[in-house]
């Protein structure tokens, strides 16, 4: 595993790509600037230069299923959640990438997966959190910092070794036992720790502007988002498919 850092790149993704044939699993390219870094569905991640963490990890993840890839992302989340919880800050997941202290998003996932039969090859899982920075031009509605949080500023060079360590311990188990318990443990622990759960607030169905009220209950063996809707229905739905009004 090495950590490779730049002072600037197109994207780290596209970084570890071009390294896809030779790197080592969990080999790390980080930028201190990114020219063209994305979020979700081609979303644009805004961060200013030098004052965040935006890095890219190459996984060989060669064990799991391509059914079962979301593990991933759990295990990426869950990481996350802990180094923030590390430094005294509340941190929950909000289906199925970003992650969240109180309301307001401090960090972004990008996974792009890429298959050999029926299992994972490789992943590159894009990771941008907030640590230093303090004003936000984009029009995201309520994104914040470790430093607009806690007051503290932090060097990213030290805090991407301790994101790192707080990851990595999560794909160790699931290396070593990718199906049954460790696996259900994952995936309870993601449940868990989701943004919402069990709590009643507004969504809005994408295709139809329909809104309704309903309650997180975790997410089901397609990656979905299990609602349960007023009338006690389970329904599940793909990203993109509702939308949180909060």
């Known amino acids: 595993m090495g950590i490779y850092w730049h002072d600037i790149l197109d994207s780290t993704n596209n970084e570890a790509y071009r390294h896809i044939d030779s790197a080592n699993d969990f080999d790390v390219w980080a930028a201190k ?3 063209e870094g994305r979020g979700q569905k081609g979303n644009k991640w805004e961060s200013s230069a030098g004052e965040n963490l935006t890095f890219s990890i190459l996984a060989r993840p060669v064990v799991i299923k391509a059914e079962k890839q979301f593990l991933v992302s759990q295990c990426v989340a869950l990481g996350i959640v802990d180094y923030l919880r590390m430094n005294s800050l509340e941190a929950f997941i909000k289906w199925p990438n ?5 309301d307001k998003k401090i960090c972004g996932i990008l996974i792009e997966h890429y298959l050999s039969s029926d299992t994972l ?3 590159i899982i894009g990771i941008g959190i907030n640590l230093n920075q303090i004003r936000f031009s984009s029009d995201a509605p309520n994104p914040t910092s470790l430093f607009l949080e806690t007051g503290v500023k932090r060097d990213p060079e030290n805090e991407l070794k ?7 311990p999560y ?5 070593l036992q990718p199906d049954g318990e460790v696996a259900k443990e994952i995936e309870e622990r993601y449940r868990q720790q989701m943004y919402l759960l069990d709590k ?3 969504y809005q169905e994408c295709s139809t502007g329909k809104i309704f009220q ?3 209950k975790g997410v089901d063996k397609s990656a979905c988002l299990i609602l349960q809707r007023e009338d006690g229905s389970l329904r ?4 993109k498919e509702i939308r949180y009004l909060l």
């Open 121 to 123: 090859s490789v992943s």
């Open 200 to 202: 009643k607030v507004r």
């Open 214 to 216: 309903g309650t997180i």
């Open 98 to 102: 970003d992650i969240y202290t109180g």
């Open 171 to 175: 794909f160790d188990k699931i290396y």
């Open 236 to 239: 599940s739905y793909a990203f």
């Open 33 to 35: 600037f990114q020219t």
């Open 162 to 168: 301790s994101v790192i360590s707080c990851i990595k």
